[in-house]
């Protein structure tokens, strides 16, 4: 393909947001704020004004909408992935967001935030990088301590409840729950972050950001009538706990069953899971999830996990404009991390390699913008590809726990 391909500039400076344009944001957000019955909870943020790094949770589109209403009438930049600018840059920019490429180390994202809190800004960060794929917390990343002593400012959080159960990444549909609840929580004073040893702010982070929106939604009393509530819940639970077999799972309306044994499944209102016949093996969905973990892991300690080799489709984000069609070649996931390898729509040879170390975490998608399928999105600084595995012998959220995996023990964990 053409080398001389128009890339994203990483490295300009963040714009502060346009004045004229926080009212309307505020207006686009609150409709849904008030549909839902928002409740925001502050805790500890007496006197508390910018700047200051707001780490967020994240599980829907409606944690941005709360995140306006919880920092209003202050001015943020927001750290958003590129494929959130596509087609629509100049708003982004100038509603003050920060483009990012997932999972990458990019220093420049440093110097941007630093001039967020030059600029006595809030820096919004959603530290989990992606939605939550059963509403219980992702990965953080280990350099997040090190950034935040390194701002020097207020560290808060904000942990929303509700937005998982209400449209989760696996089935968007809004359920209409109500009330959803958020906590905005002071973690550190600029005192405490600057004389706090960064194990010490990682921990309090990871604390802080324990949540389980299923456990808050049984918690609750918070019943979802919705009659499809399960279609799509066999993206994120591939692997049948009464067979073990993967890749077999199947959903329609409110049930879950494997096509491999049988075995049938019911969600309840209450976000439970019902076995029809027999026992229920995990009644919580995260359970379940965390179970499939521990088998990937299991893998994993063996020195057996691999994907094989799939064919792909891949499509290049080099830039907000739209996604290039880059060309077919064939996708592999073992031990030794990713591994691409194809021929472009010139007919020309491309790859690339994302070995353990360089992924504590991946991002994934579940039939992407309704039509190109489940896709894996990884990135280097200057581009971002969207693979897309074809057949049905493998599953994206395998690859994402199996990611997190390979990092861990990579790391001694």
Same mark, same amino acid.
Not at 6 to 26: G, H, M, N, S
Not at 64 to 89: C, H, L, M, Q, S
Not at 104 to 121: F, H, Y
Not at 196 to 212: C, H, L, R, S
């Given at each position: 393909?053409? %080398? ?35 409740? /925001? ?8 004004? +910018?700047?200051?790094?707001?780490? *967020? ?42 483009? !990012? ?22 820096? %919004? ?15 953080? +990343? ?54 706090? +040893? ?37 993206? %994120?639970?591939?692997? *049948?706990?009464? *067979? ?76 907000? !404009? ?33 070995? %353990? ?17 489940? *896709?894996?999105? /990884? ?18 959220? !395998? ?15």
């Amino acid at each position: 393909m053409d %080398v001389a391909i128009e890339r994203f500039d990483l490295a300009k400076a963040p714009v502060r947001t346009r004045r004229y344009l926080q009212p309307i944001t505020l207006l686009l957000s609150m409709p849904t704020v008030w549909s839902h019955h928002n409740k /925001l909870r502050k805790i500890g943020m007496e006197g508390i004004k +910018p700047p200051y790094v707001l780490l *967020c949770n994240h599980n829907s589109f409606m944690d941005f909408k709360v995140a306006t209403k919880a920092i209003f009438p202050y001015r943020a930049n927001y750290v958003v992935a590129i494929d959130g600018f596509i087609g629509r840059e100049w708003l982004l920019r100038n509603v003050g967001c920060i483009c !990012k490429r997932k999972f990458t180390n990019d220093v420049r994202l440093i110097r941007q935030l630093a001039r967020t809190i030059e600029n006595k800004d809030i820096a %919004v960060i959603y530290p989990e990088a992606r939605y939550s794929l059963c509403g219980t917390t992702a990965i953080l +990343p280990e350099s997040l301590g090190k950034m935040c002593r390194l701002l020097g400012v207020p560290v808060v959080s904000l942990i929303c409840h509700g937005h998982h159960v209400n449209s989760p990444f696996w089935n968007t549909r809004n359920r209409g729950v109500a009330p959803t609840e958020a906590e905005m929580t002071l973690l550190f004073t600029a005192e405490q972050i600057k004389s706090t +040893p960064v194990a010490e702010i990682n921990k309090k982070i990871e604390e802080a950001f324990q949540y389980d929106d299923f456990a808050w939604q049984k918690e609750k009393g918070i019943k979802i009538a919705y009659p499809k509530r399960a279609e799509g819940l066999q993206k %994120v639970l591939y692997q *049948c706990p009464a *067979c073990g077999k993967e890749y077999g799972m199947r959903a329609r309306g409110a049930q879950l069953s494997c096509s491999h044994c049988g075995k049938v499944w019911e969600m309840t209102e209450l976000g439970e899971l019902r076995a029809l016949e027999g026992d229920t093996e995990f009644s919580h969905i995260p359970d379940w999830y965390e179970w499939e973990r521990s088998q990937v892991r299991a893998e994993i300690d063996a020195g057996t996990y691999s994907s094989g080799d799939l064919f792909i489709d891949v499509w290049s984000l080099p830039n907000a !404009k739209k996604f290039m069609h880059l060309g077919h070649g064939l996708l592999r996931h073992d031990m030794n991390g990713f591994s691409v390898h194809g021929i472009d729509m010139d007919g020309d040879p491309f790859a690339q390699d994302w070995p %353990v170390p360089s992924l504590y975490s991946c991002h994934i998608e579940y039939d992407y913008l309704g039509r190109y399928g489940d *896709c894996v999105d /990884l990135n280097t600084l200057e581009d971002t590809w969207y693979i897309y595995p074809k057949g049905k012998n493998f599953s994206v959220t !395998k690859f994402a726990l199996a990611t997190e995996e390979l990092w861990k023990k990579q790391k001694g964990l």
